[in-house]
């Protein structure tokens, strides 16, 4: 959600925090602050608005500083105000923070400290922790100790980054729930919420664990657990490039995000194909006899990432003799559902970093599952706590509304659905040559979708002034209407619903008419001629009606005012091509209407409080 960024080195401060929190603006946010330690005291800039606003404040003072921490806000404890957001500050003036997360009983902190006598100035949660963090100091004379019994008198899920008047060169991290990932450079310590805030000036990553407390400074990381014992860190050396963050030429992230995803898909598949079969049992540690012991696999995930583990479901139930779940993460922890050591858990999450489905991955795993993690970032805490991991290998995802990496889930778990039916003996030698060989030829087929984008442009200008969507598909082609409907009203903000088209008859049809388009799914598949009557119904009801359907079919043509043709690939693959049309769709009906495409209201990239 918010986004943190602290530098501590020989650069000037400010230049690298505005940096740094532009490359973090995907997570979503409604202002924007710095905290900057100079030889007069720690200077505070903030601004409701863009960074943008706060970097013009910096140009009329131009501080000298080489030390600081930066914040992008999200809303949660009072109101979108330049005095609620960060960074806080003491009554003295010489600490100040920034958070992320929540502090659930900081309303019972606040009245402790209010009849101590000390004055609040706004509604945040975060001011506080930077109170109680300065009367222990004041008690202890230690930050260390500080910051460790700070941490058993917080409830909640945080991530905490705080600086002090004095004590030069150096700031302090803690973390709970919240994400938070240091970088090491010649002279120069970073902290951030996301790796990116950091990537041009050091690859070299750390991360910290639960209950971690942290000191950057000139001379390097040192970090201690939450009873202040020092611990070693693993280094993780990132290697994206730095180009991966910025728009090449691109109008926006999200339309260079979907030109990349041929780029995606061979990325996914490389090294994980070897003479026409899966070879992914070795990177994630399995083989026969673990495979045989499961009975059931649990699919948990959020948002597009839920979508893609509905597609995953349909070739699991075909590939394999196991019995498959499919479950929101928010949803998933709540349940009474038989979790057990005959469990395949598989958590997916773009940034691993996904509240709800770190809190559904760790009650699967304490009820005995075996736990898969499908994320896109190396070390992210899903990462570190499962058994088995498969990276997209897709690249930092700048745009809000995912696609690249929606593309490359489904790649990563069709590979284990592959491996599964292969390690089980349910899925025959040759029949998983024949469908391997279909699947190395998706991203060129996908390459050749991404050509046509004129097309749909010149169809999003037909549409672009309705109010309402209805999206409809069967069987593998459902998942990918629900999301393209997710992503028309992520971005462009108009309504939009999906249903299996099988359900019509039980509601929508009520509402359809003359001014809500109606866009199917409709490959040539099993389930052709069923979608097919679905759209005659809605014809005649005078429903303007959409098709994504199979090149050289001369059937639907004839029965909608619109198609979107898309290559002929075994029905298991539509999905990877079908969805192209609908992202290019939602894109530009957005851009015709003037969204904020990359960072569409009232949404972050990375969702990390419940």
């Not at 201690?224 to 180009?243: A, H, I, M, Q, Y």
């Not at 005959?342 to 075996?370: I, M, N, P, Y």
Request: aromatic share 6%; charged share 25%.
């Amino acid at each position: 959600m918010c986004g943190i960024v602290g530098y501590v080195g020989r650069r000037n401060a400010s230049d690298v925090l505005i940096d740094g929190l532009k490359r973090l603006e995907y997570r979503g946010y409604d202002s924007a602050g710095l905290a900057l330690r100079t030889g007069d005291g720690l200077i505070i800039l903030k601004e409701v608005g863009k960074v943008a606003d706060l970097e013009r404040m910096l140009e009329e003072i131009s501080p000298c500083s080489t030390q600081g921490i930066g914040h992008t806000r999200w809303a949660t404890h009072g109101g979108v105000t330049q005095v609620n957001a960060h960074p806080h500050r003491d009554g003295s003036g010489k600490f100040a923070i920034v958070h992320n997360g929540i502090v659930e009983n900081y309303m019972e902190l606040k009245e402790e400290l209010e009849r101590e006598g000390v004055e609040f100035l706004s509604e945040t949660d975060t001011e506080v922790v930077v109170h109680l963090i300065a009367t222990s100091f004041s008690q202890t004379g230690d930050i260390l100790e500080t910051l460790v019994n700070l941490q058993g008198r917080l409830r909640g899920s945080f991530a905490l980054v705080v600086i002090q008047q004095d004590l030069p060169d150096r700031i302090y991290c803690v973390r709970k729930g919240s994400p938070l990932v240091l970088g090491s450079g010649d002279g120069e310590s970073f902290c951030a919420s996301d790796v990116p805030a950091f990537l041009p000036y050091t690859r070299k990553i750390q991360y910290l664990e639960e209950g971690d407390i942290a000191e950057i400074s000139l001379g390097g990381i040192r970090v201690w657990d939450e009873n202040g014992c020092p611990v070693e860190k693993t280094v993780f050396t990132v290697d994206w490039d730095v180009s991966m963050t910025e728009k090449s030429g691109f109008s926006h992230f999200m339309l260079k995000e979907i030109h990349e995803q041929g780029m995606v898909l061979r990325s996914t598949l490389k090294g994980r194909i070897a003479d026409g079969r899966t070879a992914v049992d070795q990177e994630l540690g399995w083989d026969a006899e673990m495979a045989s012991k499961w009975d059931k696999v649990h699919l948990v995930a959020c948002g597009t990432s839920y979508y893609s583990a509905l597609v995953a479901e349909r070739v699991l139930e075909k590939w394999t003799d196991l019995e498959i779940k499919v479950d929101v993460a928010s949803e998933y922890r709540y349940r009474h559902i038989k979790c057990d050591p005959s469990t395949l858990a598989v958590f997916v999450s773009q940034s691993g970093e996904t509240a709800d489905t770190l809190a559904a991955q760790r009650k699967a795993r304490a009820d005995g599952a075996h736990c898969l993690a499908i994320t896109n970032v190396r070390g992210s805490t899903l990462a570190r706590e499962v058994h088995s991991v498969m990276l997209l290998k897709a690249g930092p995802e700048i745009g809000v509304a995912a696609t690249k990496t929606f593309t490359g889930q489904m790649a990563a778990l069709f590979l284990v659905a592959l491996q599964l039916g292969r390690l089980r003996g349910t899925l025959p030698s040759d029949e998983e040559e024949r469908l391997i060989s279909e699947l190395i030829h998706i991203p060129y087929k996908v390459e050749l979708l991404l050509e046509r984008e004129n097309e749909v442009m010149e169809l999003a200008k037909r549409y672009a002034s309705k109010s309402n969507f209805l999206f409809i598909g069967r069987g593998i082609s459902f998942p990918i209407a629900l999301e393209g409907a997710l992503k028309l009203k992520e971005i462009s903000y108009i309504h939009a619903e999906a249903y299996a088209a099988g359900e019509m008859k039980h509601g929508p049809i009520a509402l359809l008419e003359p001014d809500l388009p109606v866009l199917a799914v409709i490959p040539r598949d099993g389930l052709y001629e069923k979608t097919l009557s679905n759209i005659q119904e809605a014809k005649a009801r005078n429903a303007p009606l959409i098709a994504v359907c199979t090149e050289g079919d001369t059937i639907i043509p004839q029965h909608v005012e619109s198609v979107i043709e898309i290559p002929w690939t075994d029905e298991e693959f539509t999905p990877f091509l079908s969805v192209v049309p609908l992202q290019f769709l939602a894109f530009h009906i957005a851009l015709l209407k003037g969204r904020e495409i990359d960072q569409p209201r009232n949404l972050a990239k990375s969702v990390t409080v419940e």
